[in-house]
């Protein structure tokens, strides 16, 4: 997959307009349309994106991501998308959606198609929508796919569902939605060292500014170097001052400092909570370990 940050000639794409963040089960139909039917007609196909959440334009605040701008990007890739346009919300924001498709969509992609999800808003005061794409599409010689929404139990499938779902540790239903585990991945650094001295050695990572913070607590999850237990949080018994991602890789006693580590959620097991001594946390992560 190519990357491209600024708009250039590509002739002849199938689009897939959206911001993606989360890349989940919704997103991911609407790109595999793109890509489907760039496969069926002999042409290549395009994601055209932000680099940054329009929000961040708007209100001046970005709002808390699924993913990583890095792994937003590796999940697209892995669809199949031929070229990936990451482009600044800002260059745009005050073209009208006529403008919009027709000087940059259309002069510089002549798209073959374009799909959409089925609330996908575009241009200034969000004056395009599903119905402008359609009713341009015989006028600038593209087919149009507005696709459905996805929906899990009956729940529409949204990021802003799922990143409701994170912030209250709802990992499994989260994870249905966006069609795999919630991860963050990191380098590994060195903390207090404190969980050697009680028999659970821990590799700890910050956790990741941009995106969604989850409760402080304890959660089954695995990793690239085997099966885990992970406490988010500020670990109020050792009288943590700041909140820190560790993990304790089960049956694993190797020196991984300095390694990227990857950790994927399974579920929340309990909140986070001060024990009064050392051996009472040892007793409660035993416990933890052997409810996985």
């Given at each position: ?133 359609q009713d341009n599409a015989k006028k600038y010689g593209y ?150």
């Amino acid at each position: 997959m190519k990357i491209f940050t600024e708009l250039n000639k590509n002739n002849n794409l199938s689009l897939a307009l959206g911001f993606f963040d989360g890349v989940h089960l919704g997103h991911k139909s609407v790109i595999k349309s793109a890509i489907d039917f760039a496969k069926q007609n002999g042409n290549k196909s395009a994601v055209i994106t932000f680099a940054n959440h329009p929000c961040c334009y708007f209100w001046g605040v970005c709002p808390k991501y699924i993913l990583t701008r890095n792994e937003r990007k590796k999940k697209i890739e892995e669809l199949g998308v031929d070229y990936l346009y990451e482009l600044d919300f800002e260059s745009i924001a005050g073209l009208t959606a006529q403008d919009y498709l027709k000087d940059i969509l259309v002069n510089h992609f002549t798209p073959v198609s374009i799909s959409t999800g089925w609330n996908h808003n575009f241009g200034a005061k969000k004056s395009g929508n599903v119905k402008f794409l359609q009713d341009n599409a015989k006028k600038y010689g593209y087919e149009y796919f507005e696709l459905s929404p996805q929906k899990h139990n009956n729940e529409i499938i949204s990021s802003t569902t799922i990143r409701k779902l994170l912030s209250e540790g709802k990992i499994e239903k989260a994870n249905q939605m966006l069609g795999c585990k919630f991860s963050i991945q990191g380098q590994i650094i060195k903390g207090n060292q404190i969980g050697r001295t009680i028999g659970f050695k821990t590799a700890n990572i910050v956790y990741p500014m941009e995106l969604i913070e989850l409760p402080y607590g304890v959660y089954s999850v695995d990793t690239n170097y085997g099966k885990a237990i992970a406490n988010f949080g500020i670990r109020p018994t050792i009288n943590g001052s700041h909140a820190i991602l560790e993990a304790h890789i089960l049956d694993f006693d190797k020196d991984i400092y300095g390694e990227q580590i990857k950790i994927n959620f399974d579920k929340m097991i309990r909140a986070e909570k001060k024990f009064p001594s050392l051996d009472a946390l040892k007793n409660q992560i035993k416990i933890d370990i052997n409810s996985i």
